[in-house]
């Protein structure tokens, strides 16, 4: 069975800790893994695909990288804007997103 | 900046009543779904919507669930017969293209059944 798990479900940061988010995955035929971010009472908003192993991409502070088994979304030098639900997703050869639960990041000045 | 839009944004109603819930997706999308999160779990899918048929739809998508694109810029989802456990935020997507995962989701909209 398909299965994302991410890891921790909560993160307290200070401002300018860097740290990392975990989300590892079991499933066959992967087509990408995506990470997206939610912020209360929102929708997610995409941010990253990474479609194989050894991938990375990087948007601002956030950069993500990918595993056969494990992704990981690496904060650095967080500001309070950063403070949001990070949801990750994985997507076979059709059309649903299986997301996890997400990890609640809040980041203090 | 386009966004995708969903009415209403939050709606009460009893069981066993009918709801529709409204959507309009980015214009130049050409793919779209119906997610659903109950407070505190995760993001479920419910449905993908493609050259105006359903693509594909998850074991929650029942016979009491429907989908429509009525014209060209609404995207529905209706529920026939209301159920506690439909209590949930609904959300609609929209998409480019199926293998990028790049999904435009609306802001939701919060279904409570009593």
């Known amino acids: 069975e398909d299965q994302v798990t991410q890891s921790p479900e909560a993160l307290r940061l200070q401002e300018g800790e860097s740290s990392s988010l975990n989300c590892s995955y079991t499933?066959?035929?992967?087509?990408?893994l995506f990470w997206y971010r939610q912020d209360p009472g929102k929708g997610p908003e995409f941010l990253f695909t990474?479609?194989?192993a050894g991938e990375e991409k990087e948007k601002e502070r956030l950069k993500a990288t990918l595993t056969k088994k494990e992704s990981f979304l690496h904060i650095t030098a967080p500001k309070p804007e950063d403070s949001a639900t990070y949801l990750c997703?994985?997507?076979?050869?059709?059309?649903?997103?299986?997301f996890g639960t997400g990890t609640r990041l809040q980041v203090f000045p | 900046e386009p966004e995708v839009t969903q009415t209403p944004s939050h709606q009460v109603t009893q069981m066993g009543q009918e709801v529709i819930l409204r959507c309009v997706p980015i214009?130049?999308?050409?793919?779209f779904y119906w997610y659903r999160q109950i407070l505190g779990q995760k993001v479920e899918f419910l449905v993908s919507?493609?050259?105006?048929?359903?693509?594909?739809k998850s074991e929650i998508f029942d016979d009491q669930f429907s989908v429509e694109r009525p014209d060209g810029s609404n995207f529905t989802l209706k529920i026939r017969s209301t159920k506690l456990e439909d209590s949930a935020m609904y959300f609609c997507?929209?998409?480019?293209?199926?293998?990028?995962?790049?999904?435009?989701f609306g802001e939701g909209s919060r279904l409570t059944v009593l």
């Open positions: 214009s130049n999308h050409l793919y």
């Open positions: 499933v066959s035929g992967l087509r990408g």
């Open positions: 997703a994985v997507g076979r050869n059709t059309d649903k997103l299986i």
């Open positions: 919507f493609y050259n105006n048929e359903i693509s594909e």
């Open positions: 990474l479609y194989s």
């Open positions: 997507a929209s998409g480019r293209d199926r293998r990028s995962g790049e999904l435009f």
